[in-house]
């Protein structure tokens, strides 16, 4: 390793919380050896516990204070002069090289192509991904006075609007680094209000990415059009929608964003995130409420913005003829809404029994982050997919 234990030890000495913090990342899941490891223990400690890093506590926390005396006279001399960007650099260097060769080494023992192959591939994409993610955070804290005192842009000018009725109480739309779910029963129409808020994002501007895990690609031109011509939209505006088909479950996040990091995407829209690639487990759930929190965290990183959607349980699915659904009604896991900043609740109408046959769709605002709950019921013909807001009530949390 081409870090000094003389580097190692000094390289947060009298640093901000925040530098202790971006050193803490990179060190923790690092393999060293004696005495590196050592080092490790003591400086995690220390930052977890104490917040901090000095040469008082290193001589708290060395098992052989004695043995380390004159190294830590040597720190002393050297506090003022660490190149604590010089020591980040070393850090992220050897994480890497930590991180390829152990990728070579089992793409070696793997001479033919399988899937031991590609969940190899997929986990160093992760890993080296995580790593840049890592690499770029700025995460300087910021103190309250000065917090209040900073400018205030007008970000609903970069929300993207949903048209549904709703974007007055979201302040103009869904804005960078957030996430909008829309929950529905199976053909209740999650996948075409999808399509219609990819249109109207490239009509408004936006570079948007349809990423489709479940439709083809011929499908999709077709519903295009039809939203085009519901929306009285030119297809000129389609020079800022791209599309691609994933194949479902076998398609991991940190590739969909591989394709969009290159063409600098303003929106993306999942359909869907429950058919991403997990690995499947008695923790099912959990993993998709991680995969979700994952989600939005490389939205905010990119100053993207989210839109996805999820099935009804079983019990949505019988309520959905009769009730409104809400929060409690998403399949696999409660998890995933929570991490959300919007989850909208699509209602269609009965197929049977009072109410059927009309073409009111109910569009309830199940969670949001900005304000109170809300309904806005709406005309929406899943054929040719004219969707027109109708005024409602309040409907108060």
Known sequence: MDISPSEFFSAGLDQTLNNLNKLAVIIRDLTFSPPYDLFQQIFIHCVDIHKRWTIDLLKDHLSNPDK??????LLDVQRNETDIELILEKFYSYKLQQVTEKFVTRLTNNTVWSEQVEDTISQFSTQLTRLIRDKKSETNPINGIDLLELPRPD?????VPLQLGFDDILQGGVHPGEVLLYLAPTNGGKTSVLLRQAVIAAAKGFKAYYASLEMGLDVIAQRIETVL?????????LANLYVKQYPSKQTSIE?????TDPLGINVLLLDYLDLLKVTRSQQYWLELEDLTAYFRGMLVERKMIGFSASQTNREGIKESKHAILGLESVSNSVGKVFTADYVISINPPPVEGPGSGSNITNFFLAKNRRGPKYMQSCTFDLGSLQLEPIIADYMPT
């Open 155 to 159: 970000d609903s000018q970069v929300a």
């Open 255 to 259: 590739e969909v964003f591989l394709d």
């Open 229 to 237: 011509a519901a929306l009285h939209l030119d297809k000129s505006c």
């Open 68 to 73: 380390f005396e004159a190294f830590i006279k």
